[in-house]
């Protein structure tokens, strides 16, 4: 079972900054942040992960609280095409599966 | 780098038939991951292969489903007597070796079965 919480919807003006946020109160300390999207019927889309830093790359940057209980995926400029449902998921790195709950579904408006 | 890659992109079936799924991960992946998403629902893992080894099944049906990454060639899922259940949108996902980056899953296109 997927052990974060995620608002179930937003919407954002386009240009603007989107904040997702996400909950992961019981996450343990050799577990990672990672966060997904899957633009409609489309394969999921690796966006960002990270452990306890802050991670920026040319997608989104990741921001996660100092006691790692929460985190916000941060798209800088939300455009239509980042309309999506996006996924946060805690898993130790290596090779195991991903766990996917119900996601936040994102809406970019002109 | 040409990314995963699934065929078909879309395949229907009649109950009782067979269905094949086709992934060929990216290259230089040994990892192979397939997921399903029914019909308005997250998508809910199924199984992990590495060449020639099931590593994970834990999400596979017990019966009728198959799996596998032989040494040369795309990994397979293979459903058995298909029923309107399994309509769905299978989706492979590939990841490198490790030590070669922190365990991203890449995923396909996905293939969408129809079962009529």
């Known amino acids: 079972d997927a052990k974060t919480t995620q608002p179930t919807s937003m919407d954002c003006a386009e240009g603007r900054a989107a904040n997702l946020p996400c909950n992961h109160s019981t996450i343990s300390g050799n577990e990672y942040v990672y966060w997904y999207r899957q633009i409609h019927s489309q394969g999921p889309q690796y966006i960002i992960h990270g452990l306890k830093n802050n991670e920026t790359n040319e997608m989104a940057s990741l921001i996660i609280t100092e006691d790692r209980k929460s985190s916000t995926l941060i798209l800088p400029h939300a455009t239509l095409r980042d309309t999506a449902v996006y996924y946060c998921?805690?898993?130790?790195?290596?090779?195991?599966?991903?766990?996917f709950g119900t996601g936040t579904r994102l809406l970019v408006s002109p | 780098n040409a990314g995963v890659m699934q065929n078909p992109r879309h395949l229907v079936r009649r109950r009782g038939q067979e269905a094949r799924l086709r992934c060929s991960p990216m290259k230089g992946h040994s990892h192979v991951y397939w997921y399903r998403q029914l019909p308005e629902e997250g998508l809910k893992f199924m199984v992990y292969?590495?060449?020639?080894?099931?590593?994970?099944e834990s999400g596979m049906p017990k019966e009728r489903f198959s799996a596998e990454f032989p040494k040369e060639g795309p990994s397979i899922l293979r459903i058995q007597q298909v029923v309107r259940g399994d309509s769905a949108a299978y989706f492979c996902?590939?990841?490198?070796?490790?030590?070669?980056?922190?365990?991203?899953?890449?995923f396909g296109p996905g293939t969408r079965l129809t079962v009529t």
């Open positions: 292969l590495q060449k020639e080894n099931i590593i994970d």
């Open positions: 998921i805690v898993r130790i790195t290596g090779f195991q599966k991903l766990v």
């Open positions: 996902a590939s990841s490198p070796p490790a030590g070669i980056s922190s365990y991203e899953q890449y």
